[in-house]
T-cell receptor
Framework: ETGVTQTPRHLVMGMTNKKSLKCEQH?????MYWYKQSAKKPLELMFV???????ENNSVPSRFSPECPNSSHLFLHLHTLQPEDSALYLC????????????????FGAGSRLTVL | DAKTTQPNSMESNEEEPVHLPCNHS???????IHWYRQLPSQGPEYVIH???SNVNNRMASLAIAEDRKSSTLILHRATLRDAAVYYC???????????????FGTGTRLTIIP
C-alpha cells in the first residue's frame, strides 16, 4: 500500500468516550502532521512531528493527545471531546528537507470524519 | 504570515482552459507559491509550486507575475475530475526542524460544467 492511510474514515463518539485516530505513511517520510478541517473554515495545523519528536503544537487543547511511535505512524488520542470538535481530521507527511530533495510537498490522507455527540 | 486572496468560486466549461487567480501582494522574497487542491471527500493534494519562473508539470502550469504579487494556476483542459477547492499558499520559511509550515486559506471552489 502506498501513500498516507487514515483509519477510521468515520467516527462517532460521545463526549465521555476515548477513541484514537490512526495515520500510517508508506512514503519513507520523516515529518508527520495533524490538521483539523471544520465546516466552512480553513485547515488548521494542530501538531507536527519530525523523526518522532513533536516540533509544533499549535495551542491545541489537551483533550487531543498525539503520539508518534515511529516515523511511519501517527496517532491522535481523543478524550472528553466537545461537539465543536466535530470535524475532518487530516494527517499529512513530508520529507524532512535536511535529508534531501523533495521536501516541499505535503502528502495528505483522506481524513477521518469525526462527529461528537 | 503573508496572506493570499482568491475568488470564492469559479465555473468553467469542460475541456476548456481554466485560469485560477491568486493575489499575494505582501509576499516576501523567500516565499514559494504553492498550489494544492482538495477533491470532494479527500484530503488536499499537491498541484504545483514555484518561486519566480513559470512552472509546468503534468497537472497544471503556474504563471507568476514579474513582481510576484500575483500568480495564476492554469488547467489546460478541464475535466469533471478537476472540480475541487484550489488553495494558493505562500510557503513560509522552513522551520529549523525541516518541516513544512503551510497555512491554508479558504481557496477557490471550481465547478466544471459538462
Amino acid at each position: 500500500e502506498t501513500g498516507v492511510t487514515q483509519t477510521p474514515r468515520h467516527l462517532v463518539m460521545g463526549m465521555t468516550n476515548k477513541k484514537s485516530l490512526k495515520c500510517e505513511q508508506h512514503l519513507g517520510h520523516n515529518a508527520m502532521y495533524w490538521y483539523k478541517q471544520s465546516a466552512k473554515k480553513p485547515l488548521e495545523l494542530m501538531f507536527v512531528y519530525n523523526f518522532k519528536e513533536q516540533t509544533e503544537n499549535n495551542s491545541v487543547p489537551s483533550r487531543f493527545s498525539p503520539e508518534c511511535p515511529n516515523s511511519s505512524h501517527l496517532f491522535l488520542h481523543l478524550h472528553t471531546l466537545q461537539p465543536e470538535d466535530s470535524a475532518l481530521y487530516l494527517c499529512a507527511s513530508s520529507q524532512d528537507y535536511r535529508t534531501g530533495p523533495g521536501a516541499n510537498v505535503l502528502t495528505f490522507g483522506a481524513g477521518s470524519r469525526l462527529t461528537v455527540l | 504570515d503573508a496572506k493570499t486572496t482568491q475568488p470564492n468560486s469559479m465555473e468553467s466549461n469542460e475541456e476548456e482552459p481554466v485560469h485560477l487567480p491568486c493575489n499575494h501582494s505582501t509576499i516576501s522574497g523567500t516565499d514559494y507559491i504553492h498550489w494544492y487542491r482538495q477533491l470532494p471527500s479527500q484530503g488536499p493534494e499537491y498541484v504545483i509550486h514555484g518561486l519566480t519562473s513559470n512552472v509546468n508539470n503534468r497537472m497544471a502550469s503556474l504563471a507568476i507575475a514579474e513582481d510576484r504579487k500575483s500568480s495564476t494556476l492554469i488547467l489546460h483542459r478541464a475535466t469533471l475530475r478537476d472540480a475541487a477547492v484550489y488553495y494558493c499558499i505562500l510557503r513560509a520559511p522552513i522551520s529549523n526542524f525541516g518541516n513544512e509550515k503551510l497555512t491554508f486559506g479558504t481557496g477557490t471552489r471550481l465547478t466544471i460544467i459538462p
